[in-house]
Nanobody
Framework: QLQFVESGGGLVQPGGSLRLSCTISGFSEFKFKGSLAVAWFRRAPGKEREGIGC????????YYPDSNPVKDRGTISTDKDTVYLQMNNLEPDDTADYYC??????????????????WGQGTQVTVSS
């Protein structure tokens, strides 16, 4: 069974950059890698969780919904058992807890799961001067 652990958050000044990591435990033994999709979400204080984007291990192409709050300041990529969210030119509104979630599904369906009850610990990003 796969587990997804977020890391890389912290305090950053406006305009700064961060690279968040989602490490997939059990990935090397996983038999259905090509069916796996991993998405990034975030929940800002007082707001609902929202989807940022996703990457599919079938073609390694990232997918960003129109509602992506980070827009072109964020890029999702992967390297073996880790999925990254690189965020540049961070703004105070990017302050949030960031989460990743992975399942054997397609990105468009995974990004609809923002109301799921089960999440990891997430990683906190604070953008402040």
């Amino acid at each position: 069974q796969l587990q997804f652990v977020e890391s890389g958050g912290g305090l950053v000044q406006p305009g700064g950059s961060l690279r968040l990591s989602c490490t997939i435990s059990g990935f090397s033994e996983f038999k259905f890698k090509g069916s796996l999709a991993v998405a990034w979400f975030r929940r800002a204080p007082g707001k609902e969780r929202e989807g940022i984007g996703c990457i599919s291990f079938s073609d390694y192409l990232p997918y960003y919904p129109d509602s992506n709050p980070v827009k072109d300041r964020g890029t999702i990529s992967t390297d073996k058992d880790t999925v990254y969210l690189q965020m540049n030119n961070l703004e105070p509104d990017d302050t949030a807890d960031y989460y990743c979630k992975g399942e054997t599904t397609i990105c468009k369906l995974l990004l609809r799961r923002q109301h799921d009850d089960s999440w990891g610990q997430g990683t906190q990003v604070t953008v402040s001067s």
